[in-house]
């Protein structure tokens, strides 16, 4: 299996230190992927980090990493809560698949409580702030390990 894994980041998550700092925290996605960087580099991981305003681009990614990579951690952001082509694309992906929220959803509006991405995901993280990216890419390690013994 690849020690390839894709990282990506749906809508607004390109303001993130920027927009709404006492819910998400004052880490710029720079700063996420440069903790992801470094910890996948701890793991052996490769790390792709990608991230979209346009669903399309997301749903590309996804297709990208049937071909290449041995996981996918994911924050969809709003799109976690409407598109049903990213969780079509996610099913057609046959390895690893880690949501993160950096929020904790569940104590926030109703319609941030239902996320199509968690019918496909082998685990959820959220309310971890931006540590949830790393947790992520620990549990996909040890999953991607676990398949090679």
């Given at each position: ?7 990506l ?26 903790d992801?960087?470094?910890v ?9 980090f990608?991230?979209s ?19 996918i951690?994911?924050?969809p952001?709003?799109?976690?809560h409407?598109s049903?082509?990213i969780?079509d694309?996610?099913?057609a ?9 950096i929020?904790n ?13 968690s ?14 990216y790393t ?8 999953l991607?390990n676990?398949?090679?013994?």
């Amino acid at each position: 299996m690849s020690r390839l894994v894709y990282v990506l980041n749906g809508p607004n998550l390109n303001l993130l230190g920027k927009r709404q700092p006492h819910i998400y925290g004052h880490e710029t996605l720079a700063d996420v992927e440069a903790d992801c960087r470094r910890v996948g580099q701890e793991l052996g991981l490769e790390i792709r980090f990608h991230q979209s305003n346009r669903e399309y681009e997301i749903i590309d990614w996804i297709h990208e990493a049937r071909e290449t990579a041995g996981g996918i951690v994911i924050n969809p952001a709003a799109f976690t809560h409407t598109s049903v082509a990213i969780l079509d694309a996610l099913n057609a992906f046959e390895f690893p698949v880690i949501e993160v929220h950096i929020s904790n959803v569940h104590k926030r509006e109703a319609f941030r409580h239902h996320s199509y991405v968690s019918l496909r995901a082998d685990g959820v993280i959220a309310g971890l702030g931006t540590q949830g990216y790393t947790l992520a890419l620990q549990r996909i390690a040890k999953l991607i390990n676990d398949k090679k013994a």
